[in-house]
């Protein structure tokens, strides 16, 4: 199993460019979600995904975008890039939602924007 | 309001120092907790559940306190591997949409020879 993984791992963009960042897992994992970290602030959740078809928002969610189409993936959109969102992004799947099971996490996706 | 606080860090050690880290949660209605680490540019990593009557893993205690909503992470002969940022990490309870987790900002450890 890769587990999750997360692409790409690096990106730069300008202010107002669009993109999306791609997480997959192989795990059949109910549960996925979005976080980005800062310096200082920790990891803050973004948006997540009790299955396919149902996302909610979490703590930071403006600026983003997701969807749940399969079990498989979770993409995060970025339809507008602000310098504000230059961070590390984290996608994270679990077996089920909540504490029943823990997070796997992917590798990371470093993003700036200039 | 989802909160989660640690202790501020960073906490510096020698070898086989015993440290502790405290931390707070808001959400009364919580039932899941977590200790995380994150070592540096890398992605958390499941270190321990927390559960209510308390749990050891090898040098690693972890306690609850659902009265004063705290949770701890002991950490005993502390080794130099054992450098690393500590998440603390609260479930959150949406009704409508299920569960999330939320980190703590960490507390970071750096255990020195």
């Known amino acids: 199993n890769a587990g999750v993984t997360q692409t790409p791992k690096f990106q730069v963009l300008k202010t107002g460019q669009s993109m999306t960042l791609q997480c997959a897992q192989d795990?059949?994992?109910?549960?996925m979600s979005w976080y980005r970290q800062d310096p200082g602030m920790g990891l803050r959740l973004i948006h997540y995904s009790v299955g396919a078809g149902i996302t909610d928002q979490g703590e930071v969610p403006n600026g983003y975008n997701v969807s749940r189409s399969t079990t498989e993936d979770f993409p995060l959109r970025l339809l507008s890039a602000a310098p504000s969102q230059t961070s590390v992004y984290f996608c994270?799947?679990?077996?089920?939602?909540?504490?029943?099971?823990?997070?796997?996490f992917g590798n990371g996706t470093r993003l700036t924007v200039t | 309001r989802k909160e989660v606080e640690q202790d501020p860090g960073p906490f510096n050690v020698p070898e086989g120092a015993t440290v502790a880290f405290n931390c707070t949660y808001s959400n009364s209605a919580s039932q899941s907790f977590f200790w995380y680490r994150q070592d540096c540019r890398k992605e958390p990593k499941l270190l321990m559940s927390v559960y209510s009557s308390g749990n050891e893993d090898g040098r690693f205690t972890a306690q609850l306190n659902r009265a004063s909503q705290y949770i701890s992470l002991l950490i005993r002969d502390s080794k130099l591997s054992d450098s690393a940022t500590y998440l603390c990490v609260v479930d959150y309870v949406n009704n409508q949409a299920g569960t999330a987790l939320i980190f703590g900002k960490g507390t970071t450890l750096s255990v020195s020879s």
């Open positions: 994270a799947s679990s077996y089920s939602g909540g504490g029943n099971s823990p997070l796997h």
């Open positions: 795990m059949n994992h109910e549960y």
